[in-house]
């Protein structure tokens, strides 16, 4: 198993332009989510899915739109890139259903707007 | 006020000491904890779960209070390969997917 993959590794964008970074998990995880992580900072929810079809906004959604055609995939659009979307951008995967279900996260995607 | 505050840290420890972590959180109707590593740059990984009981792996020791709404990390016997982030985590459901992170509190372990 590949567990969670995402690419890029590293982006850099100009302000306004769009970008799409890509995440891919192979455990047949229901739920997917995306995070932020600025620097000494935790992780912040950016939109998470229950499953194929189904998404809803975390803590910091505005910029960023997501859609969930498949389990395996959860892709992540910035619409207008900002300098403030400056970030590393963790994808995670879990399965309900568990008690105490964990979370397994991609490698992150090093993000840089100018 | 934040939904999770930890220690702010850096923890500068020698090896072998014994360092405790806090974290507190917000919402009375959070039902998982964990404690997460994260190494620099990398990506946060399980450490351990937390249970109301208390739960031990080998030199690390989770404890939750609900009352208190109070978790705590004691690591014991500090080895180099401590040093790292540690990220408190809690879930208000059993929905993995809503976990809300703490800041992290940073531990160094020195030879």
């Known amino acids: 198993n590949a567990g969670v993959t995402q690419t890029p590794k590293f982006q850099v964008l100009k302000t306004g332009q769009s970008m799409t970074l890509q995440c891919a998990q192979d455990m047949n995880h229901e739920y997917m989510s995306w995070y932020r992580q600025d620097p000494g900072m935790g992780l912040r929810l950016i939109h998470y899915s229950v499953g194929a079809g189904i998404t809803d906004q975390g803590e910091v959604p505005n910029g960023y739109n997501v859609s969930r055609s498949t389990t395996e995939d959860f892709p992540l659009r910035l619409l207008s890139a900002a300098p403030s979307q400056t970030s590393v951008y963790f994808c995670?995967?879990?399965?309900?259903?568990?008690?105490?279900?964990?979370?397994?996260f991609g490698p992150g995607t090093r993000l840089l707007v100018l | 006020r934040k939904e999770v505050e930890q220690d702010p840290g850096p923890f500068n420890v020698p090896e072998g000491a014994t360092v405790a972590f806090n974290c507190t959180y917000s919402?009375?109707?959070?039902?998982?904890f964990f404690w997460y590593r994260q190494d620099c740059r990398k990506e946060p990984k399980l450490l351990m779960s937390?249970?109301?009981s208390g739960n031990e792996d080998g030199r690390f020791t989770a404890q939750l209070n609900r009352a208190s709404q109070y978790i705590s990390l004691l690591i014991r016997d500090s080895k180099l390969s401590d040093s790292a982030t540690y990220l408190c985590v809690v879930t208000p459901n059993t929905n993995a997917g809503k976990s809300t992170f703490g800041d992290g509190t940073t531990l160094t372990v020195k030879p």
């Open positions: 937390v249970y109301s």
């Open positions: 919402n009375s109707a959070s039902q998982s």
């Open positions: 995670a995967s879990s399965s309900p259903g568990r008690p105490k279900e964990t979370q397994y």
